[in-house]
């Protein structure tokens, strides 16, 4: 494209080319707006600011269009499994069948993590929340495989860290569960899959027969696969510029874990429930709870409601909505959290105040509840999250690595005291 954009700024006009992507959005290169003319953009926030090219995801917040590497979601979702989708994601295209086994057995072959590193369990206080837990875990990896901190890594290193994170995540963050709850670590089992494998390092006791329920395990491979990536979010933007000083891998998907731990990223899920256990508190009377959230006043929030970059609806949600509805019929669960959550569900589908401002039930608030239903405790909805999220930060890591792009550095505007003179105590 040959048109450029023009700042004019005090009668001065800079010119900069614009740079459009496969899916036709259209940006302005401002990379040489300093040099040329001294300013540079405000963004608090980054929302109007693309910090990189990227061929993973696309997203169309307004149509409610999500794809990995040109796939759309929802056949991914009914069709795939997330062991794929993490190799689709990680290596750009879709395996064969003969890379989809290497893959799987690699995986298969480093689930179990160092016996030394259950001792770190044993150090962590008996009330510590997983993400805590999991990103020191995952951090303290990198100690453990020190040829992962060479920064000139070869790409097998690289290759060996990626199957060990994926393969390991789910082993460290059932250990998390078992040592809150004061139980026998379960070690895992590879005869089974990616996903029962998880669920029966969670909820298997030893000498005891662990059923697997399939309605179960498609739900969770579901929403690990809709929570496997969603290109530069806080997390994922975090591990990009965390990767981009040249840290370790294992260090930048720690730093990603922080970030998604936040209740306005991946926390969410976790507060939809702390939210319906509240209005169970105090008084379940569902008019109060919607009068309230419409009252620009009254500080509290619906969780779980309307996105960020969703206008209309968030396409994951529509596709779990089902997932959650058959997990809930085929577990019968009777639990008042998940009657009040059906119940906002409903008034929220149906009520113009919720629908006019695009305040839909989004992913976080099905996920809380299959989570819920399925017995997983609220404190590793996040955990959940972040296994699902691993395989899209690694792809993000791994383009912003083999992009050579440079360490992620912005500028501000100061707005703090001008020069003055130093006094000391006395004198003050
Ligand atoms: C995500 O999936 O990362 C969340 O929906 C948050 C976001 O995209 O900003």
Redesign the pocket.
Known sequence: MSEKAKITVNDKTYEFPLTVGSENETAIDISALRAQSGLITLDTGFKNTGSTKSAITFLDGEKGILRYRGYPIEQLAKESDFLEVAYLLINGELPTADQMDSFSDNITNHTLIHEDMKRFYEAFPSNAHPMGILSSMLSSMSTFYPESQNPDRTDKDVELTIHRLIAKIPTLAALSYKSSKGQPYIYPDNSLSYVENFLYMMFAVPSEDYVLDPVVVDALNKLLIL?AD?EQ??STSTVRIVGSSKANLYSSIAAGVSALWGPL?GGANQAVIVMLERMIREGGDMQKWIDKAKDKNDPFRLMGFG???YKNFDPRATIIKKSCDDVLEKLGVDDPALEMAKELEAIALKDEYFIERGLYPNVDFYSGIIYRAIGIPTEMFTVLFAIGRLPGWIAQWKEMVSNNEPIGRPRQVYIGAKERNYTSFDKR
């Open positions: 929570h969603h979010n806080c990223h996105h960020r970059v």
